[in-house]
């Protein structure tokens, strides 16, 4: 499983692949993949501060 770090770092490499494409449906699929990496990390998080998940150890 991945962190929660390691998610919001991946959606980061792909903002700045959807900022630095000029074609813009690959823009707008970099920035959705972003998204989607935004939202597994939200819900990691959630899932570790309920106690479902435990959090990874460094």
């Known amino acids: 499983m991945r962190s ?3 998610y919001l770092e991946t959606a ?3 903002d700045e692949l959807a900022r630095s494409n000029s074609e813009l449906t690959l823009r707008t699929r970099y ?3 972003a ?3 935004r939202l ?3 819900e990691l998080q959630r899932l570790v501060e309920t106690g479902v998940l435990k959090p990874e150890q460094p």
């Open 4 to 6: 929660v770090a390691e």
């Open 12 to 14: 980061a490499e792909f």
């Open 31 to 33: 920035a959705h993949v």
């Open 35 to 37: 998204e989607c990496y």
């Open 40 to 42: 597994l990390a939200s």
